[in-house]
């Protein structure tokens, strides 16, 4: 009976090690503004719950209970788990950088309008974007599908098999490459908006030196940008919601 209750313990937790080293960077549920001790519970309870599901397939991994075989548990499971989360995290890392450029693009880039994930502040245009895409994320019960993930990566990742980082840095970069294009498309609009407003807007100095057009025209310029915001933000954060389903559905 001790041993067969110290399989459980060790059981549930490798599962938690997975679980835990997902949620702590899994975007939404990794967030600041939630109190570490609900994140706490939170990665206890899904891992609580779901260790009679996984028992069978866990189990194997604890070995004979040894503690460097355990440590050696451990660390490949919450690197594993950690590894799934900052995949999913990478979305809203390329999301945040370009919705900053974007801002920045439009005369945006210095109204600071609250703080991030990070800790530091964000143009007002690029939080709109972030928050809103975090909140999409629970809209569309997409958490739940980055759990069901995690379930599945059982079978792909079985516990026990290692963590490879030369595999997990492959993912990371072909993760980065995919996120960085589909918010470069999401932004394109505001970079096109850029050039050609500048582009206007220095021919126009060129022709007539004497009039300081730059200072003249940054209104103009910051409240097209605005409009340009409000008929391609549903659009935008439609297209961003869709490719993070997707990707969270093919795993």
């Known amino acids: 009976m001790s041993e067969l209750a110290s ?9 938690f090690c997975r679980i835990g080293g997902c949620l702590l960077i899994a975007p939404g549920l990794s967030s600041m503004r939630m109190p570490m001790q609900v994140r706490l519970f939170l990665a206890v309870a899904i891992s609580l719950a779901l260790t009679p599901v996984l028992y069978p397939i866990v189990r194997p991994a604890t070995g004979d209970g040894s503690p460097s075989g355990l440590l050696l548990a451990i ?65 569309s019960d997409q958490h739940w599908v ?11 990742l079985p ?3 290692g963590f490879s980082a030369r595999l997990g840095l492959v993912d990371v970069a072909d993760q980065l490459a ?29 022709l007539t030196p004497q009039i300081p057009i730059f200072f003249i025209a940054m209104p103009f310029v910051t409240a097209g940008g605005l409009l340009l915001l409000f008929f391609t933000i549903k659009e935008a954060l439609i297209v961003f919601s869709s490719a993070f389903g997707a990707w969270l559905a093919m795993g």
Do not use: C, H, W
């Open 7 to 15: 399989e459980t313990v060790f059981t549930a937790l490798l599962v």
């Open 75 to 139: 660390a490949s499971e919450t690197g594993i788990g950690f590894m799934i989360g900052f995949l999913a995290r990478i979305f809203f890392m390329a999301l945040q950088t370009l919705a900053i450029a974007a801002a920045q693009f439009v005369g945006l880039g210095g109204m600071f309008g609250g703080i991030s994930d990070e800790s530091g502040p964000l143009p007002s245009t690029a939080l709109l974007f972030t928050m809103t895409a975090v909140a999409m994320v629970f809209a």
């Open 146 to 156: 980055l759990l069901a993930g995690l379930v599945d990566s059982y079978g792909v």
């Open 159 to 161: 516990p026990g098999g």
């Open 178 to 206: 995919d996120a960085f294009m589909l918010t470069l498309r999401i932004t394109s609009p505001f970079l096109i908006y850029s050039v050609v407003v500048n582009f206007a807007i220095g021919i126009t100095n060129k």
